[in-house]
């Protein structure tokens, strides 16, 4: 009963420094998702994807890279980590079965850029 | 700007009460969604609507989607500690984006 599992869970990066956010899934959903959230402001979808090979960007995409090479793995990358990207990721899955689809959501990654 | 305002932002409530929260856009919706979220942890979905004017029921929480698909609400009745948590709303269009409201923080008190 794996459902979403984002690691790390917690991670501390300097300005300028890179790293990469892991998300898989063992659903075999075809959707994947990448949100943060922040005080105040709900989740802001990132990136997307409607299946393996195709991604597509969300409201808040800038310093942000994602690829999706197979159906099980969605990893986010930060290339040039900035103050702006602390926050809590998230990652969720879904099938693409029709509207109103339910959303699976790992426990998020809680990143601070000092 | 969020295309889905929430109010109110926090609400506090003795034990017994009762409680609404409110979802509100000048966008339509093919279906609307509501999440309840607790600390440390990720969003659960509680509810999907779909169809203009219905009315769910989950044991003591009430949802309802507004006619035009633009709105909903969540009632909850004789609110109980167990339901403290942040309560996000979430609306998807056809281009497969959902988009989640800023949530309400629920605390109800013992």
């Known amino acids: 009963n794996a459902g979403v599992t984002q690691t790390p869970k917690f991670q501390v990066l300097k300005t300028g420094q890179s790293m990469t956010l892991q998300c898989a899934q063992d659903m075999n959903h075809e959707y994947m998702s990448w949100y943060r959230q922040d005080p105040g402001m709900g989740l802001r979808l990132i990136h997307y994807?409607?299946?393996?090979?195709?991604?597509d960007q969300g409201e808040v995409p800038n310093g942000y890279n994602v690829s999706r090479s197979t159906t099980e793995d969605f990893p986010l990358r930060l290339l040039s980590a900035a103050p702006s990207q602390t926050s809590v990721y998230f990652c969720?899955?879904?099938?693409?079965?029709?509207?109103?689809?339910?959303?699976?959501f790992g426990a998020g990654t809680r990143l601070s850029v000092l | 700007t969020q295309l889905l305002e929430q109010s109110p932002q926090f609400l506090s409530i003795q034990e017994g009460e009762n409680l609404t929260v409110y979802c509100n856009s000048s966008?339509?919706?093919?279906?609307l969604q509501w999440y309840r979220q607790e600390p440390g942890e990720g969003p659960v979905l509680l509810v999907t609507?779909?169809?203009?004017?219905e009315v769910k029921k989950l044991k003591r929480l009430t949802f309802q989607f507004g006619d035009a698909r633009k709105d909903s609400s969540l009632h909850i009745t004789a609110a109980q500690p167990g339901d403290t948590g942040l309560y996000l709303c979430?609306?998807?269009?056809?281009?497969?984006?959902?988009?989640f409201g800023a949530g309400t923080t629920v605390t109800v008190r013992a």
């Open positions: 994807s409607v299946g393996a090979g195709i991604t």
């Open positions: 609507v779909v169809t203009g004017g």
């Open positions: 979430a609306g998807a269009r056809s281009d497969y984006k959902l988009s």
């Open positions: 966008s339509v919706f093919s279906s």
């Open positions: 969720a899955s879904s099938r693409l079965g029709g509207q109103g689809d339910i959303q699976y």
